[in-house]
Nanobody
Framework: QVQLVESGGGLVQAGGSLRLSCLAS????????MGWFRQAPGKKREFVSG????????YYADSVKDRFTISRDNAKNTVYLQMNSLKPEDTAVYYC?????????????????????WGQGSQVTVSS
């Protein structure tokens, strides 16, 4: 059983930056594909970014491409999401997730049902 704990959320002004962290425990972190999703009030959970086991393949939603960067440190059992040039529409609860997808590509990375474990979420609020 893998436990995921997000941290680093908060309130920031538009144009600012935040870095989310997700610490994993209870499993072999390097064996998992990792993803970040977000959910705004009244909206469906949506894919933000995903990263392969050793970080060679990364995928991003179009809405965050060139602003957000995903990375992982397998020695620290942690995946990160660096968020720059934040916009009010980035306001949401951000979740990290771990999965063992049989195939890793942009389509599979974005499917919530491909992930086996989820964190509790971290609130990110961007003020205008």
């Amino acid at each position: 059983q893998v436990q995921l704990v997000e941290s680093g959320g908060g309130l920031v002004q538009a144009g600012g930056s935040l870095r989310l962290s997700c610490l994993a425990s209870g499993g072999t972190f390097s064996s998992y594909l990792m993803g970040w999703f977000r959910q705004a009030p009244g909206k469906k959970r949506e894919f933000v970014s995903g990263i392969s086991r050793i970080g060679a393949n990364k995928y991003y939603a179009d809405s965050v491409k060139d602003r957000f960067t995903i990375s992982r440190d397998n020695a620290k059992n942690t995946v990160y999401l660096q968020m720059n040039s934040l916009k009010p529409e980035d306001t949401a609860v951000y979740y990290c997730a771990a999965g063992t997808h049989p195939i890793w590509n942009p389509e599979s990375a974005a499917r919530t049902y491909e992930y086996d474990y989820w964190g509790q979420g971290s609130q990110v609020t961007v003020s205008s």
